[in-house]
């Protein structure tokens, strides 16, 4: 409990909120490591995702290499990357890009899948092209099961970001292996209760996110009408 108590004392200290190693410099830090690490695992994920779940043709495979990539550990990619790389934050953000493409493809093509067929072969049925049926009918109602996936990397990427700073002065982490090296454990729990107060503010900020985009005829039971949507330009 005195752990507990000291950690509580040390993240409200004032004397943590000055200075470029400070707690609001941490934290910036470690959201805009988590933001460029989503956008390059989304840059990858969703396009192949989509193909996927449009054409119906890969899904097996994708399956598989996203197993395989979750089974991958972090940590040791973390450590190849870097030695081969050396110090910085290139392996961090490669070795979390990995991490965060299998959550981002499976919400992109289980997305495209769940949609009903019935809706798709409307579409067809009053002249949408390929391209219009993805844009307009696709994406969106397969919005939410994609932030779904990019909600579930989010928190994986936000709790592993702490290991950047095992190879770069980076992130909230450096609150965890510096607390480790000094044996300051109330700095490594206050840092370890700062990352968790961050995983929750954004699974809350991602989950009424994924509540928003939910289409209104979805939300309402209703049909889609695909006549409308094929009028818009």
């Known amino acids: 409990m005195n752990y507990l108590i000291d950690a509580v004392n040390w993240v409200l200290d004032p004397a ?20 460029v690490t989503l956008v390059m695992a989304s840059a990858i994920a969703i396009p192949i995702g989509y193909a996927i779940g449009h054409t119906g043709r890969g899904v097996g495979v994708a399956v598989s290499v996203s197993g395989g990539l979750r089974a991958l550990p972090t940590l040791g990619i973390l450590t190849l990357v ?17 991490l965060a493409i299998p959550p981002v493809l499976a919400g992109a093509y289980t997305g495209f899948g769940a949609i009903d067929r019935g809706t798709i072969d409307a579409a067809r049925a009053v002249g949408m092209s390929e391209g219009q049926i993805v844009r307009k009918v696709e994406v969106p109602l ?8 990019v909600r579930s990397a989010v928190l994986q990427v936000v709790a592993t970001a702490t290991l950047a700073a095992y190879v770069a002065d980076f992130g909230l982490g450096r609150f965890l292996f510096t607390g480790l090296k000094t044996r300051d454990y109330a700095q490594m729990l206050g840092g370890s209760i700062l990352v968790i107060l961050l995983a929750l503010t954004l699974e809350g900020i991602f989950a009424l996110i994924q509540r928003l985009v939910v289409p209104r005829g979805v939300t309402a039971g209703r049909t889609t009408d695909i006549r409308s949507r094929a009028t818009r330009p």
């Open 82 to 98: 870097g030695l081969s790389v050396g110090i910085g934050l290139t392996a961090p953000y490669v070795a979390l890009t990995i």
């Open 16 to 35: 943590n909120y000055e200075g470029p190693g400070s707690i609001p410099a941490r934290i910036l830090e470690h959201l805009l490591f988590t933001f």
């Open 142 to 149: 397969g919005l939410p099961l994609l932030i779904g996936g």
